[in-house]
């Protein structure tokens, strides 16, 4: 996965290969798992914050995502077959939970036009 310009919100995490449905293709790093938010953590569940600048701090929203987060396994997985150079996206309304409704540019025709997030 390569972080480049995105269309959809600043940077962005690309696919360098194509990566099949239901492929777990990131393993989200134990050591900076967070029991409280913290400045560039991303929110990856219920009370749970991750510091990954590799990856997860550049993943942006979708309300069409093609990726999701396992809590269980702790990794992040094809919703759906993803094609080199395609943006990782994800659904924050999945982890998030709380917060401000701030505008979405996902471009999707399933937007929602927001998403709820932490400022």
């Known amino acids: 996965m390569i972080k480049q310009k995105s269309r959809i919100h600043g940077y962005g995490i690309f ?3 194509k990566i099949a449905k ?3 293709f990131y393993k989200i790093p134990l050591d900076n798992i967070l029991g409280h938010n913290a400045p560039k953590a991303a929110h990856i569940g219920d009370g749970l914050y991750v510091l ?3 990856v997860l701090n550049w993943v942006n929203h979708s309300c069409e995502p093609n990726s999701a987060i396992d809590l269980g396994k702790t990794v992040l997985y094809a919703l759906r ?3 080199s150079g395609e943006e990782i996206t994800v659904d924050y309304d999945k982890t998030e939970g709380e917060g401000d409704k701030i505008p979405c540019n996902c471009g999707s025709r399933l937007c929602r036009g927001y998403f709820t997030g932490l400022v």
Do not use: L, V
Request: charged share 65%.
């Open 15 to 17: 696919a360098e290969r």
């Open 22 to 24: 239901n492929e777990e």
């Open 52 to 54: 990954d600048e590799k």
């Open 81 to 83: 077959e993803i094609a």
